[in-house]
């Protein structure tokens, strides 16, 4: 074999680690999963307030990231007959073939073992809660996504369950101050999805899903109003955190505004019902959580 036949062979073997490695990331929802890992992280420091290190911090991370990507990889194995209907989901690895589902399978099991381990370093009720949340998006939310716009509310449940497993591994046990954080992540996630499901109706509808209230075929004009609602429902849990658990004004306050944001995005989704009042929503809602939960810290 001359040099320019070993160039290539590397060349070629480049690249496909370089693919293997491009469906790893995908197989894993990585950006999904970094928010996970954020809110998780968020929930620790702002129960821990100064008391936590940085070697929880990171084993947090890492036991958060593998369960996360356990859920998502199972995610794409279940709906792989659907996601290739999809525009945004057409090019996942088992959707297309590139991956087996076998592999995918094999990935979520040992992902989510060593995760729940990791885990289960602070307490068994954190790696507990890490389980329940990959069994519920797994195999209760995924499914029932072609059958109930129900799913839209089981998946809230693994979807805030984060902060809540961030807030165990420093205190150990279910404190009221998680559940109001647990509270106001599950309620954030209304507005957040139905704008994305918004934008994406066409989508959902060519893969059978049925996640965003209808009538007559198209999405049912009282989405906005049920957005502001699910918002609006943080305020009496700001007030109670500040009037039972002793959170400052600043935050409390600061909260409120960035909830009265909120609402009003939502209003306008109501309002004008269009795609540019949906994305308003949408890119408001990617800030609205880490800026909350980084005032109960700060504040």
């Known amino acids: 074999m001359n040099k320019q036949e070993t160039y290539s062979t590397i ?11 491009r469906d790893y990331i995908l197989l894993v929802k ?6 996970v890992v954020v809110s998780s992280i968020l929930g620790y420091m702002v129960v821990a307030n100064g008391n936590g290190n940085w ?12 369960v996360t990507s356990a859920a998502n990889a199972l995610n794409q194995v279940l709906e792989k007959d659907f996601d290739i209907l999809m525009t945004r989901t057409a090019n996942r690895p088992v959707a ?6 076998s592999e995918a399978v094999m990935f979520a099991g040992l992902s989510c073992l060593l995760g729940i381990v990791v885990l289960a370093t602070f307490n068994p009720l954190t790696a507990l809660l890490g389980m329940l949340s990959l069994i519920i998006y797994a195999f209760v939310y995924t499914p029932l996504k072609r059958y109930s716009t129900l799913a839209v509310a089981v998946g809230a449940i693994p ?9 165990t591994a420093f205190s150990g046990t279910l404190t009221l101050f998680a559940f109001c954080l ?34 007559m075929g198209q ?3 009282n989405l906005g109003i049920s957005s502001m609602f699910y918002a609006g429902l943080v305020i009496p849990v700001a007030l109670f955190m500040f009037i039972r658990l002793d959170i400052s004004i600043i935050s409390t306050s600061f909260v409120m505004l960035c ?9 306008g989704l109501h309002r004008s019902f269009d795609r540019s009042s949906a994305l308003r929503l949408m890119f408001y809602s990617f800030f609205y959580l880490p800026l909350v939960l980084i005032a109960y810290w700060l504040f």
């Open 11 to 21: 060349a070629i073997a480049s690249q496909e680690k370089f693919s293997k490695v």
């Open 30 to 35: 990585l950006r999904l999963s970094l928010v």
């Open 55 to 66: 070697v929880d911090l990171l084993l947090l991370a890492a036991g958060g990231f593998l």
């Open 96 to 101: 297309t073939g590139r991956m087996k589902a």
């Open 159 to 167: 979807g805030a369950l984060p902060v809540m497993i961030g807030a």
């Open 182 to 215: 647990f509270a106001i992540q599950f309620l954030w996630q209304f507005p957040h999805f139905w704008s994305i499901g918004y934008l994406g109706f066409d989508d959902y509808k060519k893969a059978g899903y049925k996640l965003l209230p209808e009538r």
């Open 219 to 221: 999405i049912d004009r």
């Open 259 to 267: 909830t009265l944001v909120y609402i009003y995005l939502s209003y």
